[in-house]
């Protein structure tokens, strides 16, 4: 079997050119990451969704850096060939440029990852401006961003209004200018998506932004049916591995119970000769 050839920033900007869709996936644990390698995705991101689909907490807002590292150094080894992201967690880059770069850096250093991603718009330009100056890969990711949606009122779509649209193509080309590589688009609607994706050279890809931006990102925890919190609306679910899982564990406490597990076939057996030695050992014990 040919080892796939990884994807690089050239390689999915000339897709973009070419107009080929990028599939991109959120992984966060080396089983994951294998099958997605094995299925040809594109891309990997280490989402800081991890929080909630991992930990479950309630939101993305607790997850550390030291967790995110862990999870993407899983990741790649998982998936050694496919393009992978590290998503930059609430308060890693939000305190100074000097964080931003150090925490940035880690990803690169400790976990190889090609890439970095962090929220928000226009705000944010001079942590991008210092990532991109110490040679990392940037993705911007605006629209519903979740660290910030406190102050979106909320997990609620964005650019429904003519007025929000236009702050959001006014973050995506700010962003754009300031050099990021890759664009995130989050729960806006496809006009906005196509608009965004076609105005700007770089590739956008969307996570519930219509079927015109550059690709897709879905969590691998939404596709194949494991995350059962909530199923956001852009979500189309391939598989129902909750109920597959949830099934298969009732049927081994049924046969637990019953005595029907474990049968003959799982036992081991002692070796030739030595049930008969065993058994005298058995008779020193009964004594």
């Not at 190889?112 to 401006?129: H, N, S």
């Amino acid at each position: 079997m040919a080892t796939k050839k990884k994807k690089m920033i050239l390689d999915l900007h000339k897709m973009k050119k070419e107009g080929q869709k990028v599939v991109w996936i959120t992984s966060y644990d080396y089983p994951s990451a294998q099958f997605a390698e094995a299925a040809g995705v594109d891309m990997i991101l280490v989402g800081d969704s991890l929080g909630m689909c991992v930990y479950g907490y309630e939101s993305t807002v607790p997850v550390t850096m030291d967790q995110c590292i862990v999870h993407a150094e899983a990741v790649r080894r998982a998936a050694p060939n496919t393009f992978v992201v590290g998503d930059m967690p609430f308060m890693s880059y939000q305190t100074s440029n000097d964080d931003a770069v150090r925490n940035a850096g880690r990803f690169l250093k400790e976990a190889d990852c090609d890439a970095i991603k962090l929220e928000g718009g226009k705000r944010i330009i001079p942590k991008v401006k210092a990532i991109l100056d110490a040679g990392i890969v940037v993705c911007g990711h605006i629209g519903l961003t979740p660290q910030s949606s406190g102050q979106l009122g909320g997990h609620k779509a964005q650019g429904r209004t003519v007025e929000s649209a236009e702050m959001l193509m006014e973050d995506a080309m700010a962003l754009h200018e300031a050099g990021v590589q890759l664009l995130l688009l989050e729960a806006v609607p496809p006009e906005v998506g196509g608009a965004i994706a076609k105005m700007l050279p770089i590739p956008v890809y969307g996570i519930g932004a219509g079927m015109n931006t550059d690709g897709q990102l879905l969590i691998i925890s939404d596709v194949i049916g494991q995350f059962q919190a909530f199923t956001p609306k852009f979500v189309k679910k391939y598989a129902n591995v909750a109920e597959v899982v949830t099934n298969a564990l009732k049927q081994y406490g049924e046969d637990v119970r019953s005595g029907d597990f474990p049968g003959e076939e799982h036992c081991y057996r002692m070796k030739k000769g030595e049930f008969e030695k065993f058994e005298e050992l058995l008779k020193k014990y009964r004594k």
